[in-house]
């Protein structure tokens, strides 16, 4: 079940939030990266053009926080790289070991992606205003297979635009939070104008 989460501490925080960000955008400058020390350059771990028929387009990356995987949203998959993210982890990785998403379902311009403790894949798929999941993502061995459940939708095929207690209308932003006992997912569910608490 989706429960609007409109009370006015939440609206408060959320508020407060969006004005940090709006100062940081002002002033924060951008630009090419440059050497400085508090700033230190970056390093280059996107070389796997090689991967994806000469493109390296992602849109949204996720650690995993226990087994430290990297799950890379590329277009309208989600690759899993089995070769823990540590400081020994390579400039050119090997090919990803799985990817989530065709032919089980098809994404329509995914925005996000968490994968929380138990290992489970979240994505946001916005065009298809639902969120869906995959359990045990962490350590799956076979790519392609279904989602395991949707949000704001009745089954995982369906991609109607909803509202109220059980719909989504193009989500986009989730953050999962499975520590200390807690099971939530927050969901910024943007055509709603809302946010919605799972």
């Not at 700033?39 to 996720?62: E, K, M, S």
């Amino acid at each position: 079940m989706i429960c609007s989460t409109h009370n006015s501490n939440n609206l408060f925080l959320l508020v407060c939030w969006c004005l940090f960000g709006l100062v940081l955008l002002l002033v924060v400058p951008f630009g090419e990266a440059t050497s400085n020390p508090a700033h230190p350059d970056f390093q280059l771990y996107c070389n796997i053009t090689g991967h994806f028929g000469g493109a390296c387009n992602p849109t949204a990356v996720f650690v995993s926080p226990t087994l430290h995987r990297l799950f890379l949203l590329i277009f309208n998959l989600v690759y899993r790289f089995d070769t823990p993210v540590d400081a020994s982890f390579p400039a050119d990785p090997p090919p990803p070991t799985v990817s989530f998403g065709s032919p089980a379902v098809n994404f329509n311009a995914p925005h996000a992606l968490w994968v929380d403790h138990s290992g489970t894949l979240w994505v946001s798929d916005s065009g298809n205003n639902r969120i869906l999941w995959w359990d045990n993502a962490e350590t799956q061995t076979v790519s392609g297979l279904p989602p395991n459940g949707a949000l704001g939708q009745s089954s995982i095929t369906s991609i109607s635009a909803g509202g109220g207690q059980a719909g989504l209308n193009y989500t986009w932003g989730i953050y999962r939070d499975d520590t200390g006992g807690q099971n939530l997912l927050w969901v910024c569910d943007t055509q709603n104008y809302r946010y919605v608490l799972a």
